[in-house]
């Protein structure tokens, strides 16, 4: 997932996924800053008004942060040159 200060884009194996009218899908309201301490996050799943809801079903194959949004040539190596790809994954 890429947050750019406007709006939230959706990757799969590197690639923007492909869902009309809704990826990217804009989000001007801006993330939670944690400050210059930080704050934890939630991966996975989206609380909203204290109501856990909207879980992820599937595997998440790494998890990096970064402090700016990366371009999509990036989250693309990434994807590829380190292996973390759900193409790598043992399906059952």
Known sequence: MRYDGQHSSVFVNGNLDSLALANPFRYQKGL??????????TV???D???????????????LVVYDRALKDEE???????????TDRLERK
Do not use: K, M, Q, Y
């Not at 939670?32 to 996050?41: M, R, W």
């Not at 909203?48 to 790494?62: C, K, L």
């Not at 989250?75 to 790809?85: R, W």
């Open 75 to 85: 989250l693309h190596a990434l994807a590829t040159e380190t292996g973390f790809s």
């Open 44 to 46: 996975g799943a989206v």
């Open 48 to 62: 909203r008004n204290h109501e856990w809801g909207n879980f992820f079903g599937g595997r998440i194959a790494g």
């Open 32 to 41: 939670f800053d944690g400050g210059t301490d930080g704050e934890a996050f």
